[in-house]
Every structure is written in structure tokens, then in C-alpha cells.
């Protein structure tokens, strides 16, 4: 079983809709996650942080469930521009981490 | 956030030859950084995490003798592919481990390898 796993999709969702994104974790020691967005062919940027109590950066929500061990990614009114592949990334204390394997989402006008 | 460069962005090299690719944190210093490979419509894979002043560690299946990483200063790190061939042509990128409250990483914007 892969330590982080995502359901690759594609999602194909139409601009103006909200859309989520689940990841799970299996080692529980677990402590730090976070989204990263990659666009075709390039590097994964930083999305946003994931915080025990959630976390909200405009159109993007982000939550953890430490007992379910999953994190979740929702965007909201969907842009063009969010079409991507959505990483999470899970890591210990060790801070060795471990990326899933992506989710891609695809908006559509 | 904090930049890393990486450079060349791309290479071509014919099989055998050695490419080296240079990731530098450019307005922080990072103590660890780490080295990534990516296969078209693959996860991001951790190739060995870099260490300043001391030897990397390699993840398992890694050849450390083929993948030469190099951390000499608290601003760069090299990885050195040895005696390439086809297969190892793929994307590789860096990052570097940024302590600011939570610990996080930047990522390089990767270099594109291919081996003739």
C-alpha cells in the first residue's frame, strides 16, 4: 500500500464549480501537509499548508482528519486557471516526505 | 516564498556521458535539500535527501555511485549523473527544506534530461 494515495482523475468539472479532493496517509506519525499544485512540465508549487483546524485561502479549503487520516483540498468557483495536477505531500518529524501521486483536474468553459 | 534555481533547465547528452545539475537556494540557506526524479505522468520519486557538510542519503533502489549529489555550502547542491544511458532520461528537480514557523519546501524549476 502507497504511504499517500490520491485518485489520479481526471476531474473534469465545468468553470464555476466546486470540486474536492481527497488524500489519504497511512503512517500516522504523520505530521506536517500540504497541497502543491504542478502544471504540465513544470515544478510543484506551494498551494497552501494544511493546519490540524483547517485552513482557508480564498477560493481554497483545506482540512485534515487525523482519525480518518486524510486530508482534503476543495476549490471553490473554478477558474480556468486552476486546471492542474494537485500533489499532497504527508511527512514525519523527520521531515521526509512523501508525495502522492497527484490528482488531475481539468475546468472547462 | 523563498526562490530555488536550478540549472540547466535542460540537457541533451549522448549515452555515457557525466551531467551535472546545480540546485542553489538563492535568498535563504538550506540545510537540506532534496532531490527528486519525475517520469511523464509519475509521482514525484525522492532520489536522496542532500545534507550540507555531510553524505547524502539515498532512498532504496538509489545507485549512490551512479547519482552523485554534492552539498558543499548552506546554498547549493549538485547531483551528478554518471555514465548516463536512456533510461535515466526523466525530470529532475530539487528542492530545499525552508524552517519559517512550519517547515515546508521549495522546489527548483527542474531540469529536463534526455540521453540519446
Known amino acids: 500500500r502507497k504511504e499517500v494515495e490520491q485518485d489520479p482523475g481526471p476531474f473534469n468539472v465545468p468553470e464555476g464549480a466546486t470540486v474536492a479532493f481527497n488524500c489519504t496517509y497511512s503512517?500516522?506519525?504523520?505530521?506536517?501537509f500540504f497541497w502543491y499544485r504542478q502544471d504540465c512540465r513544470k515544478e510543484p508549487k506551494l498551494l497552501m499548508s494544511v493546519y490540524s483546524s483547517g485552513n482557508e485561502d480564498g477560493r481554497f479549503t483545506a482540512q485534515l482528519n487525523r482519525a480518518s487520516q486524510y486530508i482534503s483540498l476543495l476549490i471553490r468557483d473554478s477558474k480556468l486557471s486552476d486546471s492542474a495536477t494537485y500533489l499532497c505531500v504527508a511527512s514525519g518529524g523527520s521531515y521526509i516526505p512523501t508525495f502522492g501521486r497527484g490528482t488531475s483536474l481539468i475546468v472547462h468553459p | 516564498g523563498a526562490v530555488v534555481s536550478q540549472h540547466p533547465s535542460r540537457v541533451i547528452c549522448k549515452s555515457g556521458t557525466s551531467v551535472k545539475i546545480e540546485c542553489r537556494s538563492l535568498?535563504?540557506?538550506?540545510?537540506?535539500m532534496f532531490w527528486y526524479r519525475q517520469f511523464p505522468k509519475q509521482s514525484l520519486m525522492l532520489m536522496a535527501t542532500s545534507n550540507e557538510g555531510s553524505k547524502a542519503t539515498y532512498e532504496q533502489g538509489v545507485e549512490k555511485d551512479k547519482f552523485l549529489i554534492n552539498h558543499a555550502s548552506l546554498t547549493l547542491s549538485t547531483l551528478t549523473v554518471t555514465s548516463a544511458h536512456p533510461e535515466d532520461s526523466s525530470f529532475y528537480i530539487c528542492?530545499?527544506?525552508?524552517?519559517?514557523?512550519?517547515?515546508?519546501?521549495?522546489f527548483g524549476p527542474g531540469t529536463r534530461l534526455l540521453v540519446l
Open positions: 528542492s530545499a527544506r525552508v524552517l519559517a514557523g512550519i517547515e515546508t519546501q521549495y
Open positions: 503512517n500516522s506519525a504523520s505530521q506536517s
Open positions: 535568498d535563504f540557506q538550506a540545510t537540506t
